[in-house]
Protein backbone atom coordinates (compact mmCIF):
# COMPACT_ATOMS: atom_id res chain seq x y z
CA UNK A 1 0.00 0.00 0.00
CA UNK A 2 3.06 2.22 0.85
CA UNK A 3 4.34 1.88 -2.77
CA UNK A 4 0.89 2.47 -4.26
CA UNK A 5 0.96 6.04 -2.55
CA UNK A 6 4.16 6.76 -3.61
CA UNK A 7 3.40 5.72 -7.39
CA UNK A 8 0.32 8.36 -7.13
CA UNK A 9 2.48 10.68 -5.24
CA UNK A 10 4.76 10.48 -8.21
CA UNK A 11 3.11 10.54 -11.27
CA UNK A 12 1.08 13.83 -10.01
CA UNK A 13 4.41 15.38 -9.16
CA UNK A 14 5.48 14.55 -12.82
CA UNK A 15 1.68 15.73 -13.67
CA UNK A 16 2.25 18.98 -12.38
CA UNK A 17 5.73 19.29 -13.96
CA UNK A 18 4.62 18.74 -17.35
CA UNK A 19 1.51 21.37 -16.83
CA UNK A 20 4.21 23.81 -15.81
CA UNK A 21 6.33 23.26 -18.47
CA UNK A 22 3.97 23.46 -20.89
CA UNK A 23 2.11 26.77 -19.33
CA UNK A 24 5.89 28.42 -19.37
CA UNK A 25 6.34 27.24 -23.16
CA UNK A 26 3.13 28.76 -23.88
CA UNK A 27 3.50 32.07 -22.60
CA UNK A 28 7.20 32.06 -24.33
CA UNK A 29 5.22 31.62 -27.77
CA UNK A 30 2.71 34.10 -27.09
CA UNK A 31 5.28 36.52 -27.02
CA UNK A 32 4.62 39.27 -30.65
CA UNK A 33 6.67 37.05 -33.33
CA UNK A 34 8.55 38.99 -35.58
CA UNK A 35 6.74 38.70 -39.35
CA UNK A 36 9.13 38.80 -41.82
CA UNK A 37 7.20 41.20 -43.83
CA UNK A 38 7.50 43.52 -40.86
CA UNK A 39 9.59 46.71 -41.58
CA UNK A 40 12.46 46.76 -39.41
CA UNK A 41 15.19 49.44 -38.88
CA UNK A 42 17.81 46.47 -37.78
CA UNK A 43 17.07 45.19 -41.07
CA UNK A 44 18.08 48.51 -42.67
CA UNK A 45 20.65 49.02 -45.31
CA UNK A 46 21.43 52.77 -47.11
CA UNK A 47 21.82 52.49 -51.41
CA UNK A 48 23.82 55.27 -53.02
CA UNK A 49 23.80 55.84 -56.44
CA UNK A 50 22.12 58.60 -59.50
CA UNK A 51 18.55 58.95 -60.25
CA UNK A 52 17.78 57.33 -63.63
CA UNK A 53 14.06 58.20 -63.41
CA UNK A 54 11.44 59.77 -60.83
CA UNK A 55 7.63 59.50 -60.65
CA UNK A 56 5.97 61.44 -58.53
CA UNK A 57 2.84 59.10 -59.20
CA UNK A 58 3.59 55.57 -60.04
CA UNK A 59 1.27 53.38 -61.89
CA UNK A 60 3.36 50.27 -60.50
CA UNK A 61 2.09 48.80 -57.30
CA UNK A 62 2.51 49.94 -54.51
CA UNK A 63 1.18 52.92 -55.34
CA UNK A 64 2.81 56.53 -54.96
CA UNK A 65 6.27 58.04 -55.70
CA UNK A 66 8.77 55.81 -57.22
CA UNK A 67 12.78 56.32 -57.96
CA UNK A 68 15.12 54.27 -60.27
CA UNK A 69 18.61 54.26 -58.65
CA UNK A 70 21.74 53.48 -60.22
CA UNK A 71 23.61 51.52 -58.25
CA UNK A 72 26.95 49.58 -58.37
CA UNK A 73 24.29 46.40 -58.15
CA UNK A 74 22.10 47.80 -60.92
CA UNK A 75 19.03 49.81 -61.19
CA UNK A 76 16.85 49.44 -58.32
CA UNK A 77 13.14 50.77 -58.19
CA UNK A 78 12.66 52.13 -55.04
CA UNK A 79 9.47 52.77 -53.13
CA UNK A 80 9.11 56.47 -51.75
CA UNK A 81 5.87 56.63 -50.73
CA UNK A 82 3.95 60.47 -50.42
CA UNK A 83 5.41 62.96 -53.48
CA UNK A 84 4.00 65.52 -51.47
CA UNK A 85 6.97 65.43 -48.61
CA UNK A 86 9.45 65.71 -51.22
CA UNK A 87 7.79 69.11 -52.78
CA UNK A 88 7.42 70.33 -49.27
CA UNK A 89 10.87 69.76 -48.31
CA UNK A 90 12.15 71.12 -51.94
CA UNK A 91 13.66 68.17 -52.43
CA UNK A 92 13.27 67.70 -56.45
CA UNK A 93 14.72 64.54 -58.14
CA UNK A 94 16.39 65.22 -61.52
CA UNK A 95 18.26 62.69 -63.85
CA UNK A 96 21.43 62.03 -62.94
CA UNK A 97 21.32 63.53 -59.14
CA UNK A 98 23.63 61.71 -56.36
CA UNK A 99 21.81 60.32 -53.84
CA UNK A 100 21.38 58.33 -50.31
CA UNK A 101 18.24 56.00 -49.20
CA UNK A 102 17.90 54.52 -46.11
CA UNK A 103 15.18 51.92 -46.07
CA UNK A 104 14.39 47.96 -46.50
CA UNK A 105 13.91 45.60 -49.03
CA UNK A 106 10.32 44.14 -47.57
CA UNK A 107 8.25 41.54 -49.79
CA UNK A 108 5.34 42.47 -51.96
CA UNK A 109 3.14 40.29 -54.17
CA UNK A 110 5.44 37.99 -55.36
CA UNK A 111 8.62 39.67 -55.31
CA UNK A 112 10.31 42.42 -52.87
CA UNK A 113 10.03 45.69 -52.96
CA UNK A 114 12.61 48.81 -51.60
CA UNK A 115 10.82 51.10 -49.27
CA UNK A 116 12.49 54.48 -48.65
CA UNK A 117 12.51 55.69 -45.20
CA UNK A 118 14.90 58.55 -45.67
CA UNK A 119 16.24 60.32 -48.72
CA UNK A 120 19.07 62.30 -48.98
CA UNK A 121 20.21 64.84 -51.59
CA UNK A 122 23.02 66.67 -50.62
CA UNK A 123 22.08 68.89 -47.55
CA UNK A 124 18.67 68.11 -47.74
CA UNK A 125 17.12 64.90 -46.05
CA UNK A 126 13.26 64.22 -46.21
CA UNK A 127 11.99 61.14 -43.75
CA UNK A 128 9.02 59.62 -45.57
CA UNK A 129 8.71 56.51 -43.10
CA UNK A 130 7.99 55.88 -39.60
CA UNK A 131 10.57 53.92 -37.87
CA UNK A 132 7.97 51.02 -38.32
CA UNK A 133 7.80 51.29 -42.11
CA UNK A 134 4.36 53.42 -42.08
CA UNK A 135 4.22 56.16 -45.09
CA UNK A 136 4.43 59.69 -43.66
CA UNK A 137 1.76 62.52 -44.51
CA UNK A 138 2.67 65.97 -45.17
CA UNK A 139 2.99 68.33 -42.67
CA UNK A 140 1.11 71.20 -42.04
CA UNK A 141 2.38 74.86 -43.31
CA UNK A 142 1.36 78.45 -42.37
CA UNK A 143 0.63 80.93 -45.09
CA UNK A 144 4.75 82.12 -44.53
CA UNK A 145 6.05 78.22 -45.20
CA UNK A 146 6.28 77.56 -41.30
CA UNK A 147 5.57 74.58 -40.13
CA UNK A 148 1.79 75.04 -38.42
CA UNK A 149 1.08 73.45 -34.79
CA UNK A 150 -0.97 70.67 -35.21
CA UNK A 151 -4.50 71.30 -32.86
CA UNK A 152 -5.44 69.14 -30.17
CA UNK A 153 -4.48 67.92 -26.85
CA UNK A 154 -1.29 68.37 -25.95
Given at each position: MNDDMLTRATTLFA???????????????????????????????ALQ???????????????????????FSGVIDVHLGNAHLLAQNKLSLEPGDAITITGENIPFGGGTIFAARVITKGATSVTLRSKNGMPLLMNPRTANGQLATPAGAR
Open positions: GVALCCSAAALAQEQAKTPVHVNDYSVARESGKVVEYSPNSTTAPMGAHVKVQT
